[in-house]
């Protein structure tokens, strides 16, 4: 019972052989009550007929044909005068005498049923009066024994029970294939996902129909591209912390035992301490970083919003970044109209343009011209960082955001980074209610747009 088929069997079983049992009884209690309708019908039809016959000439010889014809028949007929004496029978009339009272109220000219519970009586009845000159002169009583409807209804019994097993096996070969049909592909998606815990992410599914089956089938390959992306991502992840963990603590260390054991000039020593705090910086950055995604992920950090002029904000920021672009040679344009006013954290604020910033001024050569401007469009303001530096690859472009991704993959130490300072940009935009997107083009430059809505 443990498996889905076997439970949408059983399940689609009781529901199609409830329906088919409810038509079923339906259905032959109708046929049933037609044919014994159609018995009482023609019993009638044929006692009116010797009616007839009897209006025409009603004497001793008419009234013998009459019997004489149902002698031989599977009905018997009984012919009495008006006051209900026996004029003549097919067969002895003592079993039919309770039918053969003088009626208490007229019958009709078309004659009427006088027994038609086939179920328990022993016989259906039907009586037709002999009208002559506008009076009735007598009655014709049609008998039937019930053994031969019973035997009809037996019949029928039996046709409908055949057809009520032909019916149970063919719904259950459909069910069957039916049920298979629905679960072959269920079976499929489980045989993928415990592919998948067991950390096989290359699955494939087959293409089913556009259905909720369907829909799932694709989630699930979804699913395993991103967990194997996940899984690559972490692989990465763990080189590049090693990478960037080793590289500054091996310099830390070779430099410190220079410095601890070597007797050393001034100068000398300066120099070798100044490489131990570069080091230390960049060691200290990348715990930073790790810490501020830390945060972002168990949300333990809390946007402080207020109303900056963006004016001003942008001021101190030229003012903070100028030493560093006049070092790098590169020109830096701010542009914001007073009348700007944004609702934001200034310090996470703050944090995202200037790690944009960064890595504009990080990605581009001398010369090179780098803004930052705000605008307003209806209700939304727009701050955009532009460079004409080297761009991104338009096949690296949706991934920039992704933690510990690297556009440069050398990891060279002129360009340093971890691959975690926009994935630590996206989530601060987002904390804000804000939107992010990028442009760029190879050796054109490259725009980053903050949309934050009103």
Not at 13 to 27: D, E, K, N, S, Y
Not at 54 to 68: A, G, P, R, S, W
Not at 304 to 332: R, V, W, Y
Not at 429 to 449: C, L, P, Q, Y
Request: proline fraction near 3%.
């Amino acid at each position: 019972m443990k498996k889905l088929s076997v439970k949408l069997g059983i399940l689609f079983f009781v529901i199609i052989f409830g329906l088919m049992t409810f038509v079923f009884f339906f259905l032959h209690e109708g046929i049933a009550e037609s044919r014994v309708d159609e018995e009482l019908s023609a019993l009638q039809a044929r006692g009116n007929s010797h009616r007839a016959i009897l209006e025409k000439q009603f004497d001793d010889e008419t009234i013998d044909h009459v019997v004489l014809m149902e002698s031989e028949s599977t009905t018997d007929v009984v012919v009495t005068n008006k006051n209900g004496a026996v004029l003549d029978s097919s067969t002895q009339a003592t079993p039919f005498m309770k039918y053969l009272q003088v009626p208490s109220s007229p019958i009709p000219k078309e004659g009427k049923i006088l027994e038609g519970n086939w179920a328990e009586e022993p016989f259906i009845a039907t009586i037709s009066p002999i009208h002559i000159d506008g009076e009735v002169t007598g009655f014709v009583y049609m008998f039937q024994n019930t053994s031969s409807v019973h035997s009809l209804i037996e019949g029928l019994n039996q046709h409908f029970i055949l057809a009520g097993w032909l019916s149970v096996f063919l719904t259950i070969i459909i069910i069957f294939f039916v049920s298979k049909g629905i679960t072959k592909p269920l079976i499929k998606m489980k045989e993928a996902t415990s592919q998948i815990s067991k950390g096989n992410f290359s699955v494939s599914l087959p293409k089913t129909s556009k259905d909720e089956l369907g829909d799932l089938a694709k989630s699930i390959e979804l699913l395993a591209n991103d967990l194997n992306y996940l899984k690559h991502e972490r692989s990465e992840f763990l080189s590049s912390i090693s990478h960037e963990l080793r590289t500054p603590l091996t310099y830390i260390k070779g430099y410190a035992d220079i410095v601890y054991k070597r007797n050393l000039a001034h100068e000398e020593k300066e120099k070798y301490l100044k490489i131990i705090v570069e080091e230390t910086n960049r060691l200290s950055e990348l715990i930073k970083d790790l810490f501020e995604l830390a945060k972002i992920d168990q949300n333990t950090f809390v946007i402080h919003k207020e109303l900056i002029d963006l004016s001003n904000f942008f001021t101190n920021i030229e003012q903070k970044l100028s030493p560093a672009f006049q070092e790098k040679k590169m020109n830096f344009e701010q542009q914001s109209s007073p009348s700007i006013c944004l609702n934001a954290d200034p310090w996470r604020l703050e944090q995202i343009i200037l790690n944009l910033l960064d890595n504009s001024m990080k990605y581009s050569q001398e010369g090179a011209n780098i803004k930052l401007r705000a605008y307003k469009v209806k209700n939304s303001i727009h701050i955009k960082v532009q460079d004409n530096g080297k761009g991104i690859p338009e096949k690296d472009i949706p991934f920039i955001f992704n933690r510990f991704y690297r556009v440069d993959k050398s990891r060279t130490r002129s360009l340093g980074g971890t691959g975690l300072g926009l994935a630590i940009v996206q989530e601060l935009v987002h904390a804000h209610g804000a939107e992010i997107s990028v442009k760029s083009r190879e050796n054109i430059g490259t725009e980053f747009e903050l949309i934050f809505r009103g």
